[in-house]
């Protein structure tokens, strides 16, 4: 035993030495997690669920092919194709990135399950393989987001001048559509390999390979994504302030940056963090199932999880096709209408629609007569009425993230007028207000719907499981991710509209010799320039609400599920060291609030630090833009690719050193704070766990309003500004300054810190189960403190780099 210890103590603490540099195996102390064998019917039911999702994605690709079929000018699509050429660049950067961070992860894995684990060859290989299809799960749907993007958005700009606006709206949204369902089908596919395949030893390690590969993918493109296209946004915007030009004036170097990183920030990240939480919330789940549910009962549930899912893939395309036909019958005739009540419509039609299934394929699942358990039989109204929580609130939560973010809300116009008699000093105070409003109506609708859940759960589901609640919430979060498709389409929509716009400026179209004439014999209509401005404008207004509305959606999720992977360690804490979970979290363990405290902390230098590597590239990015940028009157009218092109590389390197350091700071802080929560021998030793799993809740709880908060004040910003350029018409003006400058303050709340916040729950989380499971094993608890000071001095250290390395130079 000695001669084992003595192997188990150098062997886990290499272990650790690679989490820091790739942190990989989160959830793996969850690996022997025991999938049940379904039965055929089961099976079978599931076998049908892979069909429904092969002609989900063969919807998606037909979505594709109707956009991209569709006629431009080829002035836009050669902006269009130099825009792309930037994204894939910048995208192959972040593969290489990732693929240095997958050959660390392999490392671990193969020790962790092979060397700890005594897993066959052929297991660990398996194992390998579904991380890597992880890794590449969220990278390719990034990809393809991209493609999509950048056709749709030529497409866009031309339209705009035919002066049917509903075309506009409905290109856009076909390929947000697109991605969005083609997005869950490829999630869904693999998930129902791995149940309905991989064989049940390894089917758990599995899932959770997967997890942590589409976890890791996410994160980073979500970071980075964020800090390029911000940079890039404020490169360009603070240049009509400096030098009073236009609106995406092609002699402005940092325009296209600015394009590469609307698809960066809000195509990749986005894109990849969907598909992230799909995934991650639903291994979640399925942990919860085999730990905390009958064994008798634990097949039919896992039935039932995946075909409400399949379901809501055929809701989403039902409701699109339903608010299609509605939308040209309202607007179908007319020149212009307000481009959020089509997306408004969409998104209440989905939800309306995906309840309503939830409630009759509930009933004839697991209701009276459907051959479920009996116990199961009284309890499918309850579990309808908790998922239906979630779906609800995937539609009320927007129309509350409207209120402080729409062109046409109250909040918004209040930053217009402080704006014109304060300048930009109220402007900021005003969206500083509008986010502090935002984040506690959000956070009261939140709580509404999990005491809704905890209630429900009340009705009998403890007769088959531990802590119902838990599982309520996991629920709630699960009914949200079920409008998935629509939720990502209206994201979606916003890049394409964003670049649609500065497509339109860069182009020149206005100023090709005779381009009315070309434009009617070749394309069959008479093209109206001030109207298509008038609707790119206008079109992006809606898009940047929409954009604001998806973020606390995926915010949610990422709390709500959290509840739930936190459950799991708490499990782990009881089998291991006989803890009971109410010792664990009570106020009376001053351990709670030094993790109380240590999380909240973390939350916030993350929010400092995202955002220094947005301010200090952006200085260097404007240092640059103010000494190339040629503005005379012998000077080209047309973009300069070489001078974007340094533009763009200025983003990227600030993007990924920011990255950098805030990933190895974060997974240090939870290999820290873990191992410091390791018992140290006696009874008030144990008491110390509640360290970690309340820094976890901190995390989870603080990230969730600093995100709203910043994310809500953002967008008002944002659309503080669009409504000076569209509805008032004062480009140019004082007032407009004000907005600009309000706006890049937004730019990094919006799309860099707030919206990095639920792959940094989501992962922090996972990744801290197999830290607490290292931690309090018996081979290395008696030296978990030491080795968790020597991380925390770590995690410091690379605090200080994401300040003190990435300041602007004095």
Not at 34 to 39: F, G, V
Not at 77 to 104: N, R, S
Not at 234 to 248: A, C, H, R, T, W
Not at 520 to 525: A, E, L, P, T, Y
Request: net charge neutral.
């Amino acid at each position: 035993m000695n001669a084992l210890k003595s192997k188990a103590v150098p062997g886990a603490l290499l272990g650790l030495a690679m989490l820091l540099a790739a942190p990989a195996l989160a959830l793996a102390s969850e690996a022997d997690l025991k999938i049940p064998a379904l039965a055929p019917g089961q099976n079978q039911l599931l076998g049908y669920g892979i069909v429904v999702c092969v002609l989900g994605m063969v919807f998606g690709l037909y979505q594709f092919m109707k956009v991209k079929n569709l006629k431009a000018h080829q002035s836009m699509l050669d902006v269009a194709d130099t825009i792309y050429e930037t994204c894939k660049t910048y995208l192959l950067q972040q593969g290489k990135l990732l693929g240095l961070l997958f050959a660390f992860i392999g490392v671990c894995i193969a020790f962790y399950f092979g060397f700890l684990q005594h897993q066959s060859l052929g297991g660990v290989l398996l194992i390998l393989g579904w991380t890597i299809i992880g890794i590449l799960g969220s990278y390719c749907v990034a990809w393809y987001g991209i493609r999509m993007n950048t056709l749709a958005n030529s497409r866009t700009a031309f339209a705009s001048l035919e002066t049917r606006p509903l075309k506009l709206l409905n290109i856009a949204l076909d390929a947000g559509m697109s991605i969005g369902v083609l997005l869950v089908c490829v999630e869904l596919i693999m998930m129902l390999m791995i149940l309905l395949f991989v064989p049940r030893e390894l089917a758990g390690a599995s899932f959770i390979g997967f997890a942590v590969g589409e976890s890791l993918g996410a994160s980073a493109l979500r970071i980075a994504g964020g800090i390029f296209t911000k940079i890039a946004d404020i490169g360009s915007d603070l240049m009509k302030i400096v030098f009073g030009i236009k609106e995406d004036d092609p002699r402005n170097p940092g325009v296209i940056a600015d394009c590469t990183g609307d698809n960066a920030g809000d195509s990749v990240g986005p894109t990849a963090d969907g598909f992230e939480t799909y995934g991650v919330t639903g291994v979640a789940l399925i942990s919860f199932i085999v730990l905390a549910v009958q064994p008798a009962l634990t097949g039919i549930l896992l039935t039932w999880i995946f075909v409400m899912r399949v379901l809501m893939i055929l809701t989403s395309i039902g409701s699109f096709y339903i608010n299609r036909t509605l939308s040209q019958m309202r607007f179908g005739s007319q020149d212009d209408f307000d481009f959020e009540k089509p997306l408004t419509s969409l998104v209440w039609i989905t939800s309306i629609l995906s309840i309503a299934v939830t409630f009759i394929v509930s009933y004839l699942m697991l209701g009276p007569g459907s051959g479920a358990p009996a116990e199961l039989q009284k309890l499918w109204l309850v579990l309808s009425v908790i998922i239906s929580c979630g779906t609800l609130g995937a539609a009320v939560i927007p129309e509350f993230t409207k209120i402080f973010t729409s062109p046409s809300s109250k909040h918004v116009a209040e930053v217009v007028k402080a704006s014109r008699e304060g300048g930009s000093s109220l402007n900021i105070l005003s969206g500083l207000v509008a986010g502090n409003f935002s984040s506690f109506w959000i956070g009261m609708v939140f709580m509404v719907l999990m005491f809704i859940a905890y209630l429900a759960s009340g009705y009998g589901l403890s007769s088959i499981m531990i802590y119902p609640s838990i599982f309520a919430f996991g629920l709630v979060a699960f009914g949200m991710l079920g409008m998935g498709p629509v939720t990502i389409a209206v994201d979606s929509y916003g890049p394409v509209t964003d670049n649609a716009q500065s497509i339109y400026e860069l182009s020149l179209i206005e100023e090709l010799p005779d381009v009315s004439e070309s434009i009617k014999h070749d394309f069959g209509f008479q093209p109206d320039f001030d109207k298509a401005k008038h609707y790119l404008e206008a079109n992006d207004g809606a898009g940047n609400t929409f954009k604001a509305t998806a973020k606390p959606v995926l915010i949610g999720t990422a709390v709500v599920g959290a509840t739930t992977m936190i459950f799991s360690l708490i499990l782990v804490i009881k089998n291991v060291l006989g803890v009971q979970p109410e010792q664990i979290l009570t106020l009376l363990n001053p351990y709670t609030i030094f993790g109380l405290i240590a999380g909240g902390s973390i939350i916030y230098w993350f929010t400092g630090a995202s955002t220094q590597a947005v301010t200090t590239g952006a200085y260097r990015a404007v240092e640059y833009i103010k000494k190339n940028i040629q503005l005379d009157d012998n000077a080209s009218q047309k973009a300069a690719t070489e001078k974007s092109k340094e533009v763009v590389k200025i983003c990227t390197q600030y993007a990924q050193q920011g990255m950098f350091n805030i990933f190895i700071a974060i997974f240090s802080f939870t290999l820290a704070f873990s191992c410091l929560a390791a018992p140290r021998g006696g009874a008030s030793g144990e008491l110390a766990v509640s360290l970690f799993v309340s820094y976890l809740i901190s995390i989870a709880v603080f990230g969730l309003f600093q995100a709203v908060f910043m994310a809500n004040s953002g967008g008002c910003w944002d659309n503080a500004k669009k409504v000076v350029e569209v509805d008032l018409q004062e480009k140019g003006t004082p007032l407009h300054e004000a907005t600009v400058v309000g706006d890049t303050v937004g730019d990094p709340f919006k799309d860099t810190s707030s919206v990095a916040m639920n792959p940094i729950i989501k992962f922090t989380t996972l990744f801290g189960l197999l830290a607490m499971e290292i931690a309090i094993s018996p081979a290395f608890s008696s030296m978990a403190t030491w080795v968790g000071g020597v991380f925390l001095i770590v995690a410091l250290f690379f605090v200080w780099r994401s300040f003190y390395k990435m300041r602007i130079p004095v």
